[in-house]
């Protein structure tokens, strides 16, 4: 039987670059699946992207991530109850509004897209940047980037988990739970 993304549930970790989402990510998906919950996880798409990232990024290169990452998430959502993302299409569009601007043809994609994920998980910036060959190292566009997706999640009224303010070693716990309060059944009230 085919899945429908209305049947899924949808979760994606959001920030700038070099925070450690997609240790979360792997950590989450580890803890669930001993859970014996199925789920796919949707790897970040700029590490695939033919064309520049970064500072250097253009609109065809964002246009590009934007896109796959919004295939990738209907494939995992065909085929999945829950599936976990390394970034939501809100990420990959500020660099692109970083890079080059609004773009009026995203943006109703982007605000509409936004509606398909049911717990967005925002990891702040707590350390330096350790370099990983792909990733810009400039942490001041590091920030640029999460105070321009903070900006962005408040301008559209998007609830979102913020892991600032609990302690690192705790992330994955509170993460966990939020999940497992999604996916849980309701309880119906007793008499």
Known sequence: MSRTPHDTMKVAFIGSHGVG?????????????????V???????????????????TIA?????LHTQIADELVAASRHELVICDRSALDNYVYLLLAAGKQP??????NGWMGTYN????????DELRPDGLRS??????????????????ARGLDNLVLDGID??????????????????AQLELL
């Open 61 to 65: 290169a964002q246009t590009w991530i």
């Open 137 to 154: 190292t400039d942490p001041a566009f590091q920030r640029e980037v999460d105070e321009r997706l903070i900006h962005e999640v408040e």
């Open 21 to 37: 989402k997609t240790t979360l990510c792997y950590g989450l998906a580890a803890r669930l699946k001993a859970r014996d919950i």
């Open 105 to 110: 043809m995203l943006e109703g994609l982007i």
């Open 119 to 126: 717990l967005l998980i925002h990891v702040p910036i707590l």
């Open 39 to 57: 789920l796919q996880l949707v790897e970040e798409v700029a590490r695939r992207s033919p064309l520049p990232i970064n500072k250097e990024t």
């Open 168 to 185: 690192r070693s705790q992330w994955l716990d509170e993460v966990e739970a939020a999940v497992l309060d999604l996916i849980r059944p």
